[in-house]
């Protein structure tokens, strides 16, 4: 399997722009998280599915983030509009099972938005 | 309020020597405690895990340690090579369901000098 794939993996934006993000579970897993990696904060939880439901999404800073997964192959993570704090590397995360929690990440998505 | 902690934010050693990485977590409800290991432009991979039932586990060089009056954990790698030179991240998770997200701490950075 070519494990978690995420796309892009860079993007530049300017502040304002609609950004979205992309990935791709490996296959039979139906866990899926959103992570954001930043220097001040560390890697941060901002959302999690099971079997493509949102189960805990209270790490969504703004309204201005939404993500969905319309099925179990596919997730996106979009923030409408983007701001400079936004920038940081968004991770995507699969397992496939809820226990135990050992989760696959991919190589990630660094987003600058200037 | 971070309930992961991992308060030195680096760590140098020896190649062949014992390296000591820590992890404090708040959380009474954590079951289940996971360490990732990260190289720069990738992202995090399931290095070890433990649960709350044992004390210590064991894997190769890898030896986690978990002291649950104390709410503390930490990795020891012996004999550290330079290969180990990443970014660590300990994580903990409640049992199913919506707890079985992962909580991360801010990373430890190690470099093993040869």
């Known amino acids: 399997d070519a494990g978690v794939i995420q796309s892009p993996r860079h993007e530049v934006t300017e502040m304002g722009q609609e950004v979205t993000l992309r990935c791709k579970p490996i296959?039979?897993?139906?866990?899926l998280f959103w992570y954001r990696q930043t220097m001040m904060r560390g890697l941060e939880l901002l959302i999690y599915f099971n079997n493509n439901v949102p189960i805990d999404d209270s790490g969504m800073p703004e309204d201005r983030f939404s993500a969905k997964m319309p099925n179990a192959s596919f997730s996106t993570l979009k923030i409408q509009p983007s701001e400079p704090r936004d920038s940081a590397v968004y991770f995507c995360a699969s397992t496939p099972r809820p226990m135990p929690p050992e989760a696959f990440f991919g190589q990630g998505t660094r987003l600058t938005v200037v | 309020d971070q309930q992961v902690k991992q308060n030195s934010p680096s760590l140098s050693v020896q190649e062949g020597r014992i390296s000591i990485l820590n992890c404090d977590y708040t959380n009474s409800m954590f079951d289940y405690f996971l360490w990732y290991k990260k190289y720069p432009a990738e992202g995090p991979t399931f290095l070890i895990s433990?649960?709350?039932?044992?004390d210590k586990n064991e894997d190769g060089r890898f030896t986690v340690f978990l002291n649950k009056s104390a709410k503390h954990l930490s990795l020891h790698i012996v004999p550290s090579q330079p290969g180990d030179s990443a970014v660590y991240f300990c994580a903990a998770s409640g049992l199913g369901g919506a707890n079985s997200k992962l909580t991360f701490g801010k990373g430890i950075t190690l470099s093993v000098r040869p």
């Open positions: 296959s039979g897993h139906n866990s």
């Open positions: 433990i649960s709350s039932i044992k």
